[in-house]
């Protein structure tokens, strides 16, 4: 019964998945970092941002609820915001695969100018509010996704080393981040030995009761 244990408890380590609810901490417009567990990872952004902000000031006030789960941002509760204000083609770099990954969105478009975000990955909508300009909706069509006064959480699901998205026209100011919702444990080397044994192990006991 010992030896099954351990087997067991080695599974578990080697096939389970913790979540996280981490957002990229922005450094400078182009360089960040993502904190998952202890496991920090490297993130790069091309394209011509115009300036990082403190995040705070926008999603968590009076106007989006806050951090309440039924807010603006369904309580993830975003940091920084990197702004911009001219269309163009932007691509973040992980330099390690992230897992189901979260984006949000602030003061995307006017109700008399939309602004389309074109991804090249699908999303789904998970939140949508008011902020200090209130908020006149959006559209999504395929992968592109138009705002028209939008603030909220966009999630967008699997495994991914890079994102990218194309803006279509320049406005005053939208701003965006991006967090990983989750990170799946990677089987060392280690592990692999010892959950090997174990079985070896499970197999000679086995042997030995059957004589």
């Known amino acids: 019964m010992k030896i099954i244990n ?3 408890a080695v599974s578990a380590l080697m096939f389970s998945s913790v979540t996280y609810a981490t957002w990229i901490d922005w450094s400078s417009t182009t360089t960040g970092t993502l904190n998952l567990g202890g496991n920090v990872v490297n993130v790069s952004l ?52 992230v897992s189901d990954l979260d984006m949000a969105l602030v003061s995307v478009g006017r109700g008399n100018l939309p602004v389309t975000y074109d991804f090249d990955d699908a999303f789904t909508v998970l939140s949508s509010g008011p902020n200090y300009w209130g908020y006149t909706g959006y559209t999504t069509s395929g992968n592109d996704f138009t705002g028209y006064e939008y603030n909220g959480i966009l999630e967008f699901s699997g495994s991914f080393n890079s994102i990218s998205f194309t803006v279509t026209n320049p406005e005053h100011w ?29 197999g000679v006991a086995r042997k030995r009761t059957k004589k």
């Open 174 to 202: 939208h701003g965006f981040n991006f967090g990983a919702a989750s990170v799946s444990s990677v089987p060392e080397p280690s592990v692999l030995t010892l959950m090997g044994l174990g079985l070896l192990g499970f």
């Open 46 to 97: 091309t394209g011509n941002p115009w300036d990082l902000h403190n995040g705070d000031y926008y999603y968590n006030n009076g106007s989006t609820g806050g951090t309440s789960p039924s807010g603006t941002y369904a309580g993830l509760a975003p940091s920084d915001v990197i702004r911009v204000n001219q269309a163009g083609r932007y691509t973040l770099t992980f330099d390690q695969a």
């Open 6 to 8: 351990i087997i067991l």
